[in-house]
C-alpha cells in the first residue's frame, strides 16, 4: 500500500494565482483531512470530509476550497493565492468508528507564495 | 486557537538518558494522541491514551494522562540518536472525528 500520497511535494505560486493539491489514500478510508503548517507551530485544520460528497470546514478555512467526489481523493484548492498561504500542507486520513482513531499523514506539500 | 500547549517547546539531551514532554488541553476530550514528525516529513501516530485511562506504555513509550488536571506527559526512555523529531500532542474532543494538535516539542538527541 502507498498510503496516502500528496501531489505535487511542491510549489511556487505568484498572488492570485490559483491551483489544486491532490490528496490520495488507498486504505479505503471514510475520513480525509487537509492541514496547514507553519514555522513552530503545530498542525491547524483547513477542511475535512467524514465520507464521499462530504465536506466541513476546520479552524482555518477561508481562502481554501474541498472537494470530495471520490472515496479515494481529497482536493484542497486555492482560487487566490495570497503570501499568507504560505506553508506546508498535509493531508491525513483515517477510518470511522471507536478505536479507528489514528490518522495516517502524507509527506507534505510545500507551498511558496510570491 | 490551539487546544493543547507542549512544555517544553525544546529539549537537548544525550543518548541514554529519558525525554519527557508535557502536554495541556483546555476542553474534555475523548482521547489524547502523541504524534511524531522528522524534519520535513509528515507525522507518524505514537500512541493513544482514551480518556478513562491513566497511564499506557508502547515500547520505550509512556504517556500519562490526567483529565482532572487536562494534562499529559510523553516518556521517553533511554533516547537514541534516531529519536531526534518534533513530538505533537493532538487531542479528540467531544465531537470526535476532528483533531486539534499543540505546536510541538523539538527533541534533540546527542550521542
Known amino acids: 500500500n502507498a498510503g496516502v500520497t500528496q501531489t505535487p511535494k511542491f510549489r511556487v505560486l505568484k498572488t492570485g494565482q490559483s491551483m489544486t493539491l491532490l490528496c490520495a489514500q488507498d486504505m479505503n478510508h471514510e475520513y480525509m483531512y487537509w492541514y496547514r503548517q507553519d514555522p513552530g507551530m503545530g498542525l491547524r485544520l483547513i477542511h475535512y470530509?467524514?465520507?464521499?460528497?462530504?465536506?466541513a470546514k476546520g479552524e482555518v478555512p477561508d481562502g481554501y476550497n474541498v472537494s470530495r467526489l471520490k472515496k479515494q481523493n481529497f482536493l484542497l484548492g486555492l482560487e487566490s493565492a495570497a503570501p499568507s498561504q504560505t506553508s506546508v500542507y498535509f493531508c491525513a486520513s483515517r477510518e470511522h468508528g471507536t478505536g479507528q482513531e489514528t490518522q495516517y499523514f502524507g509527506p507534505g506539500t510545500r507551498l511558496l507564495v510570491l | 486557537s490551539q487546544q493543547g500547549e507542549e512544555d517544553p517547546q525544546a529539549l537537548s539531551i544525550q543518548e541514554g538518558e529519558n525525554a519527557t514532554m508535557n502536554c495541556s488541553y483546555k476542553?474534555?476530550?475523548?482521547?489524547l494522541q502523541w504524534y511524531r514528525q522528522n524534519s520535513g516529513r509528515g507525522l507518524v501516530h505514537l500512541i493513544l491514551?482514551?480518556?478513562?485511562?491513566r497511564e499506557k506504555h508502547s515500547g520505550r513509550l509512556r504517556v500519562t494522562l490526567d483529565t482532572s488536571k487536562k494534562s499529559s506527559s510523553l516518556l521517553i526512555t533511554a533516547s537514541r540518536a534516531a529519536d531526534t523529531a518534533s513530538y505533537f500532542c493532538?487531542?479528540?474532543?467531544?465531537?470526535?472525528?476532528?483533531?486539534?494538535f499543540g505546536e510541538g516539542t523539538q527533541l534533540t538527541v546527542n550521542p
Open positions: 476542553t474534555s476530550i475523548n482521547n
Open positions: 491514551i482514551r480518556s478513562n485511562e
Open positions: 470530509s467524514v465520507g464521499e460528497g462530504t465536506t
Open positions: 493532538a487531542t479528540d474532543a467531544s465531537s470526535g472525528s476532528r483533531l486539534t
